[in-house]
């Protein structure tokens, strides 16, 4: 029989061990009477687990208090301790909403077990139950949206196999999720299909007790397509255009919007159009003193229905290593963190909000060049985040400008800005 076992960190400092340890018994001694077993009070039903409560046996010697189970879809034994200080255990990894037969125990220094307690107990629903019924999938541009939310902010994986027929070849791919945040939104990307071509997903959860959910095998989606807004046209001229610093555009229509003013040598804001990102020492970026939020308002002059923006970030910073493979400023206080779009209603003449979106910082522990790459790629965000499509026609677009990164997206930092591109439906 297979145990896994897992030891739970005692919150009580550590120097408490030395209160009692001299009445203690040394770690070789011949002791072969086991330890009173715990009295249980009551247990605490969670989200894929339990919290058993119980006064800890008296006996001198005991060192930990365990708890274990046996999985009846494998037979696998998971095993958890916790210190002879805590009055409670918590006991994961319990992925159905069924009765589950505990074991629970105390150990002495010599290792002798007391009886086992078997107590019987149900857990709720489960992240990786609630997240397979909560999906939301759907066609995104030339992609595939998923998204979900981890209320309980456990790590999930999500299994994503889909199928599509390309140049009359059939392919069969498997993309992996693994997140612990809230609020996931993930995109199956370069799925260059023609948009009456559908893609067939099974997907399936799992978490790191190796708790796997049945798949779902009946989601068909269709992708949709975009495009660069162009911002020059053949000949270099450009389309699109900035209103001059400070001024307040449209407001002949009634608009009370004021265009971002930028300052010091590298505050132009012609910089966020011109097709260049900032990397190493090039200075291509704007930057602003402006208080939060202020706003960058471009004329596109023709009429686009709009579908993604992508904004890319500062590079150069001086405390940093801006290198070609240094993070240098990128996820960082100087840069935008926080922003919504907006479009020109030319019927209500008002500034219609889009959408509002947040740049994640990125997950895990990741390298100098790691950020440099995610950084260099931009920031993706569809106009409509929760429904992709495309807005109504627009010709005026505005960026307004939320916060930066530092402090959990506070106002105050953020007033770099490096490029922004805008996509939008085929143009026929």
């Known amino acids: 029989m297979k145990i896994i076992s897992f030891l739970l960190i005692c919150t ?11 009445a203690r018994y040394d770690i070789n001694s011949s002791d072969a009477t086991p330890p009173g077993a715990p009295v249980i009070s009551r247990y605490e039903p969670l989200n894929g687990a339990v919290r058993i409560f119980y006064t800890p046996p008296t006996d001198a010697d005991v060192i930990s208090v365990d708890v274990q189970y046996t999985r009846k879809s494998d037979a696998k034994t998971f095993r958890f301790s916790t210190s002879y200080f805590s009055n409670s255990i918590l006991v994961p990894g319990l992925a159905d909403t069924v009765t589950y037969e505990l074991e629970l125990y105390a150990v002495d220094r010599a290792g002798n077990h007391s009886p086992k307690i078997v107590y019987p107990v149900k857990p709720l629903e489960s992240a990786i139950l609630k997240v397979k019924r909560e999906m939301i999938i759907k066609g995104g541009f030339d992609a595939v949206f998923v998204k979900w939310t981890n209320e309980l902010k456990e790590i999930v994986n999500v299994f994503m196999e889909y199928t599509f027929t390309l140049n009359n070849e059939t392919r069969t791919l498997t993309k992996v999720f693994s997140s612990s945040i809230k609020d996931n939104m993930y995109y199956i990307t370069d799925l260059n299909l023609p948009p009456d071509s559908p893609i ?18 009946t989601v068909q989606v269709f992708v949709l397509k975009d495009m660069e807004v162009p911002k020059v046209d053949p000949d270099r001229t450009p389309y699109w255009v900035l209103p001059e610093s400070n001024t307040i555009p449209l ?3 009634g608009a009370l919007v004021r265009q971002v003013f930028g300052n010091t040598a590298d505050g132009r804001i012609d910089k966020v159009i011109d097709g260049l990102i900032d990397e190493n020492e090039s200075l291509n970026y704007m930057m602003t003193e402006a208080a939060h939020p202020w706003s960058l308002i471009i004329d596109l002059r023709r009429y686009y229905e709009l579908s993604r923006i992508v904004t890319h970030q500062r590079h150069t910073d001086a405390n940093t290593d801006f290198s070609s493979v240094g993070r240098g400023g990128y996820y960082r206080s100087g840069n935008i963190g926080q922003y919504r779009m907006y479009r020109w209603d030319e019927e209500t003449n008002v500034w219609e909000l889009i959408s509002f979106h947040k740049i994640e910082m990125p997950q895990g522990t990741l390298s100098e060049l ?16 929760d429904d992709p499509r495309y807005t109504k026609p627009t010709r005026w677009f505005r960026y307004e400008a939320l916060s930066g990164f530092s402090n959990n997206y506070a106002a105050g930092t953020g007033g770099s800005l490096s490029e922004i591109t805008l996509y939008c439906k085929p143009i026929e």
Do not use: H, Q
């Open 370 to 385: 790691e950020y440099n790459k995610l950084g260099r790629a931009g920031d993706m965000a569809y106009m409509y985040p």
């Open 12 to 22: 009580i400092p550590l120097f408490c061990a030395s209160c009692s340890e001299e």
């Open 251 to 253: 407001a002949e229509k």
């Open 200 to 217: 067939k997903i099974k997907y399936w959860t799992a978490d790191n007790y190796e708790n796997v959910t049945d798949y779902v095998d």
